[in-house]
């Protein structure tokens, strides 16, 4: 059978190992096995959370609560906007999803880092639209408006802290990029680790409500995945003017959340406390990660988010490392896919970090 021809173009995404594979696959007992692939917390979530999706499993039966009205109004008090300016996604790859099919097509040009988070590019191909990056893994101002202006995308993606390499760029400088944009090129403000990032620097915080205010042309993306402790409820959402979402809600799905998530989401971000304790306890872990590569003479690129991206010596392969270390029980990300020797490895619990240091040690 044939298929549409922009499916030619995408390699299909890996996702983090999942523990149950590495059981199977390497049959290691479950209980040694380390899983930092993909920046969960590993907190876990807030105890209130799970409380409360007990109590909504009566639930299960009815259509969840389609306008999403408590989420909408809890997050809506956050970050100060209107409800009308919010749109919440199954996770917020889905809200990726649509701002891609909402403004781009076959014939358009999508911006973004050299190395950044991988779901822009298939959701851009899935449309047929070209890929534009930058020269350098970092996000560089001048190079971006460089691109812009020399192709003249429809999206500009800007993953800040980026997802892989961790690191942010200042608020400051954000804005005035974004002031020498034209209003019809979205740019896209993925803050999935900001909760990381605004704790470390405030001058790499960036809120929402400023930016939507300045800006009728961006989009900024959150997740529940990350700080919020729940990668499996698939909740995200995007912030944005009022004509945006607008758009993005007419390729939304009915009941794209479901009850159980919706609830989770709207009772996580009531409990503030919890996440604060979880960046905290993130970036006091970090230090020990500093510490091992510095003795270890590996370079670390400095991190605002819960992971910390390995850079290995020309001697020593990513894929190699990454392959060991999985024999071994523990999952890590390996960037050689992103053209970068390196690991990137999520802060785990201080067992799980002493457990990695350990392995890495012999594995090295
Ligand atoms: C994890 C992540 C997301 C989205 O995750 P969801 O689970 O779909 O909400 C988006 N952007 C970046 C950079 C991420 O790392």
Redesign the pocket.
Known sequence: MTFNNTLKNITTYEAGKPIELVVREFGIDAADIVKLAS?ENPKGCSPKVQEAVKRMVSKMALYPDDSMFALKKALASRFNVQERELIIGA????VIEFLIHAKANENSKVLMSAVT?A?YEIYARHVGATIIRTPSYEHRFDEFYAAYKAHAPEIIFI?TPN?PTGDAVDAQELYRFLEQIDSNTLVVI?G??MEYAAYKDAAKAIAPKELIERFDNVIY?G????AYGL?GM???YGIASESVIEALYKLRPPFNITTLSLEAATVALADEAFVLESVQECFEQMQHFETFAAKQGISVIPSYTNFVTLQLHNEQKSSDLAFALLKKGIIVRDLSGYGLNAIRVTVGTPEQNRHFFEQFTAVL
């Open positions: 920046n996770g917020s790859d889905q988070f779901m993953c997802n993925d999935a680790y993306l997740t529940f995945s990350k990668g698939r909740v995200g």
